[in-house]
């Protein structure tokens, strides 16, 4: 088994963190993987675009007009080559064995197409706790059992591009949950498993949109 997986960076004004998940792409165990980066319009003097572009064709680099998260992980969704897609957020970071480890998942689990893990927050200057791990794999066939567990980080998810073809791609009317909202439209086809591992770092900071989008966070929830 060794199918093509998609590593879409969506990205606003993300000269900060960048490169660092980028980095965290390219250092995966596993080796058959594309990395397209989707600049959403930064308007950071460039800055966006000339980190991005130092990687050459180790990635594909796509820019578009602003029109939030959705929207770029939508135009990652309809550029991407491989069987599988994987999220990763411009300000988290991969653990090496992140896909790998999802890949492997699947030669005991033929039929998963919606693939959880676990992940460990983290702030910049260094604390860092980790987050809900079940004991044994769970199967997780709607929407109560996904609220029961507090859903999932999209960015720990592997989907199979199947996913998209029966529930649709993300909703750009939803700016801050947009994630929620499709896996929940997924479920309604597949179930969702969640592995035993810890597979990503999630950077905690003030920019996320969830704090910066309060308000607009209330009325997506």
Not at 74 to 79: S, Y
Request: net charge negative.
């Amino acid at each position: 088994m060794n199918p093509l997986v998609s590593i879409i960076i969506p990205v606003y004004n993300g000269s900060n963190y960048l490169a660092e998940a980028i980095n965290s792409a390219l250092a995966q165990n596993y080796k058959n993987i594309e990395i397209i980066v989707i600049n959403d319009d930064s308007n950071d003097d460039g800055k966006t675009r000339e980190i991005a572009l130092r990687y050459k064709d180790k990635i594909k680099y796509i820019e578009k007009e602003n029109g939030g998260v959705s929207t770029a992980l939508n135009k990652g969704i309809e550029a991407m080559r491989g069987e599988w897609f994987s999220w990763l957020s411009h300000d988290d970071i991969y653990l090496p064995n992140k896909v790998q480890a999802q890949i492997d998942f699947l030669k005991d689990n033929g039929d998963a197409k919606f693939i959880a893990a676990g992940y460990i927050a983290f702030y910049d200057d260094g604390r860092s706790y980790k987050t809900f791990l079940p004991e044994k794999v769970l199967k997780i066939n709607n929407g109560y059992d996904y609220f029961d567990i507090f859903g999932f980080n999209g960015c720990t998810l592997l989907v199979h591009k199947e996913c998209f073809k029966k529930a649709g791609m993300f909703n750009p009317e939803n700016q801050t949950v947009q994630d929620w909202e499709l896996w929940l439209k997924i479920l309604k086809h597949f179930p969702a498993y969640f592995m035993t591992e810890y597979l990503v770092k999630t950077r905690v900071h003030d920019e996320r949109c969830t704090n910066t989008l309060k308000d607009q966070h209330k009325k997506d929830l």
